[in-house]
Every structure is written in structure tokens, then in C-alpha cells.
Nanobody, 121 residues
Framework: QVQLVESGGGSVQAGGSLNLSCTIAAANMYCMAWFRQTPGKEREGVASFVLGGRPFYGDSVKGRFTASRDYVKRTLYLQMNNLTTEDTATYYC?????????????????WGQGTQVTVSS
């Protein structure tokens, strides 16, 4: 079982920043990604990062969020700037050895426990 451990969530005021981390307790996976979900809504892709490649972002976070990977630490980061109340959600890290996409969570068998991000106005 591949374990993903997230950290860095919390509460911040609109316009603020947070940085999330996700460390994989396994070898570097082909794809690591961030998704988010609020109650009653479908899970939304935030960023995906293919091994050796560059990140792709969901439309709602482009220009504000930056994903990066540290292959030595086997960690995926998500720097979130200029946060709005619409960014309030539980953020999940996911990993896949076969696919890398941001617009759907299909094909991601491994998931972290989630970390809460709350943005207040």
C-alpha cells in the first residue's frame, strides 16, 4: 500500500498564502497531483505533476498556485497565493503509476488523508 502524507493546511484570510506538502512513502511515482473537494461538490483537480515534467493546473488556480516536486524528498508541494474564499476545501494528494491528468481523478489509486484549507473574508 502506497502511503501519502499531507501537511500544511490551515486557516488564512483572503489574499493570504499557504504551502501544502505531500510526501510519498514509496519510490517516486509517475504522477503526483493535488485535488480538492468541498461538501456536496465533485472533486476538483488543482495540479498534476508528471515525473521529470512540468505541472499542469486546474483553470480556477492558474496564475495563483504553483506545484513543485522534490525527487530526493519524494515530496510534492503546492504553493497557494492570493487565496480566496472559493479555495476553501479539503485538499487531497494523489498518486498514480500510469496516468497524469488534472481534469479528472480517474486513474489515481493512491490518496492521502486530506488536509483542510479554510480561507476567510
Amino acid at each position: 500500500q502506497v502511503q501519502l502524507v499531507e501537511s500544511g493546511g490551515g486557516s488564512v484570510q483572503a489574499g493570504g498564502s499557504l504551502n501544502l506538502s505531500c510526501t510519498i512513502a514509496a519510490a517516486n511515482m509517475y504522477c503526483m497531483a493535488w485535488f480538492r473537494q468541498t461538501p456536496g461538490k465533485e472533486r476538483e483537480g488543482v495540479a498534476s505533476f508528471v515525473l521529470g515534467g512540468r505541472p499542469f493546473y486546474g483553470d480556477s488556480v492558474k496564475g495563483r498556485f504553483t506545484a513543485s516536486r522534490d525527487y530526493v524528498k519524494r515530496t510534492l508541494y503546492l504553493q497557494m497565493n492570493n487565496l480566496t474564499t472559493e479555495d476553501t476545501a479539503t485538499y487531497y494528494c494523489a498518486a498514480s503509476s500510469t496516468v497524469c491528468r488534472v481534469h479528472t481523478d480517474d486513474g489515481f489509486p493512491y490518496w492521502g488523508q486530506g488536509t483542510q484549507v479554510t480561507v476567510s473574508s
